[in-house]
């Protein structure tokens, strides 16, 4: 069964992540899914764009802890949106958490309800947010992005949209992101496909020397960070639903 499901109106090929048993985290065959849409949707002439979206209350959940894909995969699922010849534009209307928001970063705009909530949480599980730092640190403000990386606290769409990590917020419920993205894609179906790819590459340039010089240490930073004690401890706590012991 696909985790990740296509449709297809006037060349915008809409991706929607479907794994509401745990929240579409990033499991190694939802990883694979997308890849596998992303690799489909770039050679198809017929695509213009690619609309990421979701089922359920939650964007991503970032990645699945009882079968969380290969470091390598998940730079590779990132560095594979940002490639892609065509605009991948991310449409939120729930929560994002840690690796989701990596994969929200890598997408070339991004528009977010009022209901949509964020949260870097890998450092209350013993982590870092090493691979996803990839799309993030080139994209946002690393200064505004210190606080919610070393805290891990939940904030909204308008303050991610302060922070760079997306395009607009939807400032009150009343706001319907579908109306904020209609002319996001109207723009996109207008602009010629040879003039999409090579504006892209031009916007992308600098997020994709950030994979050639850093993929690999920060790969290995991850793996690392994943098989401490600490980590192990943090995961389970997380299972469990209670406080790591190191909480004071």
Not at 18 to 35: E, I
Not at 99 to 120: E, H, V, Y
Not at 157 to 173: H, I, K, N, Q, S
Request: with cysteine; proline share 5%; hydrophobic share 45%.
């Amino acid at each position: 069964m696909t985790l990740v499901h296509r449709t297809r109106t006037r060349g915008v090929e809409t991706l929607t992540l479907d794994s509401p048993q745990n929240r579409n985290a990033l499991s190694a065959a939802l990883v694979g899914d997308l890849a596998a849409a992303l690799t489909d949707a770039g050679k198809d002439p017929g695509v213009r764009a690619v609309l990421l979206t979701h089922t359920g209350n939650t964007f991503s959940a970032g990645a699945d802890l009882r079968d969380p894909p290969e470091p390598d995969a998940l730079v590779g699922l990132l560095r594979q949106i940002v490639e892609l010849p065509k605009p991948v534009v991310a449409r939120v209307t729930g929560h994002v958490r840690a690796g989701g928001l990596g994969l929200l970063a890598a997408c070339d705009i991004a528009a977010a309800s009022a209901q949509a909530t964020f949260a870097f949480t890998e450092v209350r599980i013993g982590v870092a947010p090493a691979v996803i730092s990839l799309t993030l640190l080139p994209r946002t403000d690393p200064r505004a992005l210190a606080r919610y990386y070393l805290t891990g606290e939940r904030f909204g769409a308008v303050e991610a949209a302060r922070l760079g990590l997306v395009t607009a917020a939807g400032e009150d419920d009343a706001v319907d992101v579908d109306a904020v993205l209609e002319p996001v894609l109207d723009g996109i179906r207008r602009a010629s496909p040879r003039a999409l790819a090579e504006t892209k590459r031009l916007l992308t340039a600098r997020v994709l020397e950030t994979f050639d010089q850093d993929a690999a240490d920060l790969t290995a930073l991850s793996a690392r960070l994943f098989a401490s004690a600490e980590a192990r401890e943090g995961m389970t706590a997380f299972l469990e639903r209670r406080d790591a012991e190191w909480v004071v």
